[in-house]
């Protein structure tokens, strides 16, 4: 006959017991989580606004173009940036964002360049609301599609994607 467990054996069971459930549920938490962020891809092939941090955005050399800390991408003269991002055929694809300096900015998608002459200084300021600074539209609809930013003249600071 089994020997009967001490009223605080029986307790420190019950106390495992609730850890392990508790780890289990945490774990899968965890997982949902983190799947419902890992799959951020912007489907920007529908109309409306997608901030510029929500995209991946390579240089030149394929490497990574962090965004600053108050979600603009800078991009000074000479700076080249590729965004991954979803088109439709028809569909225009333009910058909102800032400029110094009398700012040139090219933009290229499908085989298809645009230069944008930007008039005027735009600073950062939370009494200007951003400007458009370029559109480009899509000739082919796809998934993983690339545009390519060169900026040619002043510093250029992109907040956002708006697509028509």
Do not use: H
Request: aromatic share 8%; hydrophobic share 35%; net charge positive.
């Amino acid at each position: 006959m089994p020997k009967k467990l001490s009223y605080n054996m029986q307790k420190r069971i019950r106390y495992d017991k609730l850890l392990i459930l508790i780890a289990i549920f945490g774990v899968a938490g965890s997982v949902i989580i983190f799947r419902s962020y890992a799959d951020t891809r912007v489907n920007s092939n529908v109309s409306g606004s997608y901030a510029i941090d929500r995209f991946t955005i390579t240089d030149a050399a394929n490497e990574p173009i962090p965004i600053n800390s108050d979600k603009y991408l800078n991009l000074r003269p000479d700076d080249q940036a590729t965004i991954e991002l979803a088109t439709a055929r028809g569909k225009q694809y333009c910058l909102n964002g800032y400029n110094r300096s009398g700012a040139s900015i090219k933009l290229t998608l499908d085989e298809k360049s645009v230069t944008n002459l930007i008039r005027g200084d735009l600073p950062i300021d939370s009494s200007n609301p951003p400007s458009q600074l370029g559109c480009i539209e899509a000739q082919n609809s796809t998934n993983d599609n690339k545009m390519m930013i060169e900026n040619t003249g002043g510093s250029v600071w992109i907040k956002d994607i708006i697509v028509y």
